[in-house]
């Protein structure tokens, strides 16, 4: 949740651009605090975000597949011991694991925030683990766990190829709708947050969680 350069990601911060971008407008309406964002279930082609991201991710992967039959190019790209079938399987349960430890830690870190996964009304800005490695930790793990996983699953690049679309979409699409609505809700403590904390980064995000 907010916004990043390729050299705020590099570097661990938002850049002098984001945070201009994201300087809260005294004129923004707050009423917009407490609105859920409209979203597609699957798709909603007029919603805030038109496509429910784990469905756009699907949608890739179906692509992936598609070209793979329809071109009769599999694009493998792993070597042996990596390609064994175990060894793959393996690593995509392995994968699945640090994405499924990263949305419960994003789920319970909302919902202390008083606010929740699935795109429900915001009453707190969540800044605990793991938003404080990225203000899109569920996102991260998307693009950067799952998908290349899903690669890796069935030893074929096109989950890759199509890895650049999945990544404009979030970043340019979902990500900016979050974005208003958190700056709405929370101005410059949002703002500030934004500054601070990558946009989108997997760095960080497979640490053990800090106890409480």
Partial sequence: RGGGSFAARRHGRASAFDAARLRPDPVVDRTMAKNALRVGKPVDLGADVPIFPPFALLFCFAA??????????????????????????????????????????AGKALRDAGSGINFVDVEGLATTFPFDATRNPMYACLLFVVTPALAVL???????????LLYAYISDIVIPAEENQLLAAFGKKYAEYAAATP??????????????
């Fill in 64 to 105: 992936s597949l598609a070209m793979w039959r329809l071109t009769g190019k599999r694009l493998r790209w792993l070597s042996w011991p990596v390609d064994s079938k175990w060894v793959r399987v393996a690593a995509f349960v392995g994968a699945v694991s640090v994405a499924v430890s990263v949305v419960d830690a």
């Fill in 199 to 212: 946009r989108l980064s997997a760095m960080g995000l497979a640490r053990t969680p800090p106890s409480s």
């Fill in 154 to 164: 069935i030893d074929s690049a096109w989950p890759l190829v199509f890895l650049p």
